[in-house]
């Protein structure tokens, strides 16, 4: 059964970092894309970034363009995402997914984590 552990959500202050992580399980981690969505009440699911199964090719949504960095460990079944230069509207629910191929371009997302709270305060 494929398992993914978010952990590293919290409360920081505008201007902060913080740094996510996803632990896979159960599944062979080098073969699939994997990406973290964000979530608000009230608003459907967001791509954030994404990373392809040999990390070699990555992809950010614009407004976190040069603030975001999205990483893998393959020897570790981990996912990460470095956040600095947090804001406000930056805070969210933080999920990580699993794309069924090696690359991001199809939406073939096919496994959730329980998603962690970020909360950025101004």
């Known amino acids: 059964q494929v398992q993914l552990a978010e952990s590293g959500g919290g409360l920081v202050q505008a201007g902060g970092s913080l740094r996510l992580s996803c632990a896979v399980s159960?599944?062979?981690?080098?073969?699939?894309?994997m990406g973290w969505f964000r979530q608000t009440p009230g608003t459907q699911r967001e791509l954030v970034a994404a990373?392809?199964?040999?990390?070699?090719?990555?992809t950010y949504t614009p407004s976190v363009k040069g603030r975001f960095t999205i990483s893998r460990d393959n020897t570790k079944n981990t996912v990460y995402l470095e956040m600095n230069s947090l804001k406000p509207e930056d805070t969210a629910v933080y999920y990580c997914?699993?794309?069924?191929?090696?690359?991001?371009?199809?939406?073939?997302?096919?496994?959730w984590g329980q998603g962690t709270q970020v909360t950025v305060s101004s």
């Open positions: 997914r699993r794309n069924s191929g090696r690359g991001f371009l199809t939406s073939n997302w096919d496994y």
């Open positions: 159960g599944s062979i981690f080098s073969r699939n894309a």
């Open positions: 990373i392809s199964s040999t990390g070699g090719t990555t």
